[in-house]
């Protein structure tokens, strides 16, 4: 059992920067994905971020270049760095992390953390 916790989020105002982070309780190492998941206010969750095991990087449709994904290789954190942000980037940030057992997946989410750009 792997749990996660997000930190960083916060009141911006727009064209600010933040660094979440993602703590794991336990070593991330060879986790299959990591990803950054956000949900605002009456809207579904969409992807952010992900990264795979090998490094590979990709970016959801509301990324347009502003985010990066990074990570900690040799210890339990990523991150998600946001640039220029927006008011439309208001939204609990979520990490997510698929760890494979043998042949079997489990999926762990952080709680969120809340990031509030004001115009």
């Known amino acids: 059992q792997v749990q996660l916790v997000e930190s960083g989020g916060g009141l911006v105002q727009a064209g600010g920067s933040l660094l979440l982070t993602c703590t794991a309780s336990?070593?991330?190492?060879?986790?299959?994905?990591l990803r950054w998941y956000r949900q605002a206010l009456g809207k579904e969750r969409e992807l952010v971020a992900s990264m795979t095991n090998r490094g590979q990087t990709t970016y959801g449709d509301v990324a347009e270049g502003r985010f990066t994904i990074s990570r900690n290789h040799t210890g339990n954190t990523f991150y998600l760095q946001i640039d220029s942000l927006k008011p439309e980037d208001s939204a609990v940030y979520y990490c997510?992390?698929?760890?494979?057992?043998?042949?079997?997946?489990?999926?762990?989410w952080g709680q969120g953390t809340q990031v509030t750009v004001s115009s």
């Open positions: 997510y992390v698929e760890h494979w057992v043998i042949t079997t997946p489990h999926y762990y």
């Open positions: 336990g070593s991330i190492v060879n986790a299959h994905a």
